[in-house]
């Protein structure tokens, strides 16, 4: 084994072995529902009970992204007592 072929083959085992080491790090999951502007004086308002009306259909995809980087497609589903959520497609 050459020089060039060894120093490559010892990159490789230290990218492996840091993706193997960053694999079990945990990050935020954002499950993105909808979005709204609303004014200042909406959000001083904003009570227990009140319910926000978005302009988004329930049928819509929402989007998954982890910092703030979109990811996924997905559709929100129930699963037993739970919330899921389905993925449609990797972006």
Excluded: W
């Excluded at 004086?41 to 319910?51: A, C, D, R, S, W």
């Amino acid at each position: 084994m050459n020089e060039r072929t060894r120093q490559k083959s010892e990159i490789n085992e230290t990218q492996a072995s840091i993706l193997e080491n960053i694999k079990e790090s945990e990050m935020e999951l954002e499950v993105i529902i909808a979005d709204m502007k609303i004014t200042i004086e909406e959000l001083y308002n904003l009570v227990p009970g009140k319910t926000l009306k978005f302009k988004t259909s329930v049928e819509k995809p929402v989007s998954l992204a982890v910092n703030n980087k979109k990811f996924a497609d997905g559709v929100i589903v129930r699963s037993g007592d739970y919330y899921g959520c389905e993925i449609l497609n990797i972006l």
